[in-house]
């Protein structure tokens, strides 16, 4: 069963036509990629489930229910977080508050309990604290815990950014490049890291790569896009041996280590 479906998704941007008729589903508890050259469109389709752009045709579901054109905090709300491709971090606050500030999108007090520091509020606090630390041991951050996040190396900014991401416990995780900048051996520890957050959060994973090794190594379905529209999509093998993601995307001799 799929948790998330386009359905001849379009975005247009004056006359330019960024996205156009690009229908995909991703299953629900499942890793999944969505891959293509510079320019194919693969951000927008995320800022389009996201809600940060409106849909011009198409529609976006998610869980069963049309989120096109829902206003991005809501959408969050309803349990789809993402990162980006450019980091974006407190970058003054520590490890631990940039986590406990995104843990705050899970607290149930009131204004009224925050102020008078009622029981629900230091009992909430006291959860959402805990929360922080775990996110940080899950991802290997806790001997970051008091740096800005400012002075971390970059594939650690990255780990930072996707434990904020998950801080609010979503359904659907969408991680834009997020082996951007990160050398061979970071790479591999971010493939198992990806996997273990599917199989300790619940949660179901897609992907924007260039990285076909990591896009190969742990994603179940692939969906590849080419000048805005889906060239087509299928399982790691089926992609590495279609002739026309060869051509227009992956090169020619690719293989799964490539």
């Given at each position: 069963?799929?948790?998330?479906?386009?359905?001849?998704?379009?975005?247009?941007?004056?006359?330019?036509?960024?996205?156009?008729?690009?229908?995909?589903?991703?299953?629900?508890?499942?890793?999944?990629?969505?891959?293509?050259?510079?320019?194919?469109?693969?951000?927008?389709?995320?800022?389009?489930?996201?809600?940060?752009?409106?849909?011009?045709?198409?529609?976006?579901?998610?869980?069963?229910?049309?989120?096109?054109?829902?206003?991005?905090?809501?959408?969050?709300?309803?349990?789809?977080?993402?990162?980006?491709?450019?980091?974006?971090?407190?970058?003054?606050?520590?490890?631990?508050?940039?986590?406990?500030?995104a843990c705050h999108g899970l607290a149930g007090y009131s204004v009224a309990d925050s102020t008078f520091g009622t029981r629900r509020y230091r009992e909430q606090e006291e959860q959402l604290k805990r929360e922080a630390s775990r996110l940080m041991d899950v991802m290997g951050l806790a001997e970051w815990r008091d740096k800005q996040a400012v002075s971390l190396p970059y594939g650690v900014q990255r780990r930072l950014e996707i434990a904020r991401a998950l801080a609010v416990r979503p359904r659907l995780l969408l991680l834009d490049e997020p082996a951007a900048g990160m050398n061979p051996d970071e790479t591999r520890q971010l493939m198992t890291l990806i996997s273990?957050?599917?199989?300790?959060?619940?949660?179901?994973?897609?992907?924007?790569?260039?990285?076909?090794?990591?896009?190969?190594?742990?994603?179940?379905?692939?969906?590849?896009?080419?000048?805005?529209?889906?060239?087509?999509?299928g399982s790691p093998r089926t992609i590495q041996s279609d002739p026309q993601v060869i051509q227009a995307y992956l090169g020619e001799g690719v293989n799964a280590g490539a």
């Open positions: 069963m799929n948790i998330l479906e386009t359905h001849d998704l379009t975005k247009t941007f004056g006359g330019l036509t960024a996205v156009e008729d690009v229908s995909f589903g991703v299953r629900r508890d499942s890793i999944s990629g969505l891959i293509g050259p510079n320019g194919a469109g693969k951000t927008t389709v995320f800022n389009l489930i996201t809600g940060i752009y409106k849909v011009t045709a198409g529609q976006v579901v998610f869980d069963g229910k049309p989120i096109h054109n829902v206003d991005p905090h809501k959408i969050a709300q309803a349990g789809i977080t993402r990162t980006f491709q450019n980091i974006r971090l407190f970058k003054r606050l520590s490890v631990y508050n940039n986590i406990l500030t273990r957050i599917r199989d300790e959060f619940g949660c179901t994973i897609l992907v924007i790569e260039h990285r076909m090794d990591l896009i190969m190594g742990i994603c179940e379905n692939i969906v590849v896009l080419n000048f805005g529209r889906k060239l087509t999509e």
